[in-house]
């Protein structure tokens, strides 16, 4: 069964840093893209980075040059490495995943969607 799990959210201040896990099971990450994406209060889900089967990262402009995803392999595991936080990076991330990483902006077509994982940025 396919699964995604994360983990990693927290209360950080505002240019504080957050690392979100996403614990995959059921199948091997070399053979799936893993998008992360997140949904604020009021607003529709975005998806923020996306890793190919590849292991290629791919950013949306927002979060270009602030978060960094990677992956562990052996460990089943994809990382979102968020640095100089911001308030409108508060939001429920998610993980979920596809077969590439085209559409990962919409979220179209990811699926195995976790439970999510909340991130606020507050001071």
């Known amino acids: 069964q396919v699964q995604l799990v994360e983990s990693g959210g927290g209360l950080v201040q505002p240019g504080g840093s957050l690392r979100l896990t996403c614990a995959a099971s059921?199948?091997?990450?070399?053979?799936?893209?893993i998008g992360w994406f997140r949904q604020a209060p009021g607003k529709e889900r975005e998806g923020v980075s996306c890793i190919t089967r590849y292991g290629v990262p791919t950013y949306v402009d927002s979060v270009k040059g602030r978060f960094t995803v990677s992956r562990d392999i052996a460990k089943k595991a994809v990382y979102l490495q968020m640095n100089s936080l911001q308030l409108d990076d508060t939001a429920v991330y998610y993980c979920?995943?596809?077969?590439?990483?085209?559409?990962?902006?919409?979220?179209?077509?990811?699926?195995?969607w976790g439970q999510g994982t909340q991130v606020t940025v507050s001071s």
């Open positions: 059921g199948f091997t990450l070399d053979y799936r893209a």
């Open positions: 979920a995943a596809h077969s590439m990483c085209l559409t990962y902006v919409s979220g179209g077509g990811f699926s195995s």
